[in-house]
């Protein structure tokens, strides 16, 4: 599957964004999502994740519940909405897909697709 993030941009803290990352290639519903993010000079790390009918979510503890991640299988989509975003946000996002996740993981290793990501940056 190729994926296509976009979205991202110049917010104030306080802001919103949303990320859309659209799929193409084969059965969008066939995979498990997820959203990752990497800051300048850190490590990639988990955001959320979904499962192929978006009947189940995860998100990392420090979000606080700010981000809300769904999905669209009609349009090949899913979705990152980022409300009260914080300068520390700041980062390139990335999605990623996976068929043969059981459920949603929170290991970015176990995914084997990703798209190009789309930058996020939260001026205080």
């Known amino acids: 599957v190729q994926l296509q993030a976009s979205g991202g941009g110049l917010v104030q803290a306080g802001g919103s964004l949303r990320l859309s990352c659209a799929a193409s290639?084969?059965?969008?519903?066939?995979?498990?999502m997820g959203w990752f993010r990497q800051a300048a000079g850190k490590q990639r790390e988990f955001v959320a994740g979904?499962?192929?009918?978006?009947?189940?979510?995860k998100y990392a503890d420090v979000l606080e519940g700010r981000f809300t991640i769904s999905r669209d299988n009609a349009k090949n989509t899913v979705y990152l909405q980022m409300n009260s975003l914080k300068p520390e946000d700041t980062a390139v996002y990335y999605c990623?897909?996976?068929?043969?996740?059981?459920?949603?993981?929170?290991?970015?290793?176990?995914?084997?697709?990703w798209g190009q990501g789309t930058q996020v940056t939260v001026s205080s």
């Open positions: 290639g084969r059965t969008f519903s066939s995979y498990v």
């Open positions: 979904i499962s192929r009918r978006g009947i189940t979510t």
């Open positions: 990623a897909a996976d068929s043969r996740l059981p459920t949603v993981v929170v290991d970015a290793g176990r995914f084997g697709s």
